[in-house]
């Protein structure tokens, strides 16, 4: 069985998908547009940490992550959208449940020393997942047989549900 390096990638992404826990939190935003959803599709790479970024590059997205020119740090997501989701981010990788506690803790601090410390937690978050990924992309056998195991398991579920089609019809 041969596979494209791009199909291996992808085993190897749901792979991890498995096996890494995210830490409870709410719905992180886009560090460019904090009325949106941080994702995957959008087209401006620096509006999202992705699990290959390297540790300049969490810091350069995290430090050009928009925030506003109000003096201190508080959590509002409504006037403070950019804000707030910094601090959110900050709360999931240090296991706090409110970010609001979080925020109580920048109150005299300004943007630089929290894109800092978010910079700094989202690193560490990461180390584990990225170090996890890294060495199973390094085993293509490995990624090979899982991925050809997902093959085979697709192609009988299909099967079982054209045979049930083709009964109903």
Same mark, same amino acid.
């Given at each position: $069985?041969?596979?494209?390096?791009?199909?291996? /990638?992808?085993?190897?992404?749901?792979?991890?998908?498995?096996?890494?826990?995210?830490?409870?939190?709410?719905?992180?935003?886009? *560090?460019?547009?904090?009325?949106?959803?941080?994702? =995957? +599709?959008?087209?401006? #790479?620096?509006?999202?940490? *992705?699990?290959?970024?390297?540790?300049?590059?969490? @810091? =350069? =997205?995290?430090?050009?992550?928009?925030?506003? +020119?109000?003096?201190?740090?508080?959590?509002?997501?409504?006037?403070?959208?950019?804000?707030?989701? /910094? $601090?959110?981010? #900050?709360?999931?990788?240090?296991?706090?449940?409110?970010?609001?506690?979080?925020?109580?803790?920048?109150?005299?601090?300004?943007?630089? %020393?929290?894109?800092?410390?978010?910079?700094?937690?989202?690193?560490?978050?990461?180390?584990?997942?990225?170090?996890?990924? &890294?060495?199973?992309?390094?085993? @293509?056998?490995?990624?090979? &047989?899982?991925?050809? %195991?997902?093959?085979?398991?697709?192609?009988?579920?299909?099967?079982?549900?054209?045979? &049930?089609?083709?009964? #109903?019809?």
């Amino acid at each position: $069985l041969h596979m494209s390096p791009v199909r291996l /990638l992808v085993a190897l992404m749901y792979i991890l998908e498995l096996t890494i826990s995210i830490a409870p939190t709410r719905r992180v935003l886009s *560090l460019k547009d904090p009325s949106s959803k941080m994702s =995957k +599709s959008s087209p401006d #790479l620096s509006s999202r940490i *992705l699990l290959t970024d390297t540790d300049a590059q969490i @810091n =350069k =997205k995290i430090r050009g992550a928009v925030t506003d +020119s109000i003096l201190g740090v508080t959590y509002d997501p409504v006037t403070r959208p950019g804000t707030s989701n /910094l $601090l959110t981010i #900050l709360a999931a990788c240090t296991g706090e449940e409110d970010a609001a506690v979080v925020a109580k803790s920048y109150a005299s601090k300004g943007h630089g %020393e929290l894109k800092a410390d978010v910079a700094e937690a989202v690193i560490a978050f990461m180390s584990k997942p990225r170090s996890e990924f &890294e060495r199973l992309r390094g085993q @293509n056998a490995y990624l090979t &047989e899982v991925a050809h %195991e997902g093959f085979v398991e697709a192609v009988n579920i299909s099967r079982a549900t054209m045979f &049930e089609v083709k009964r #109903l019809v």
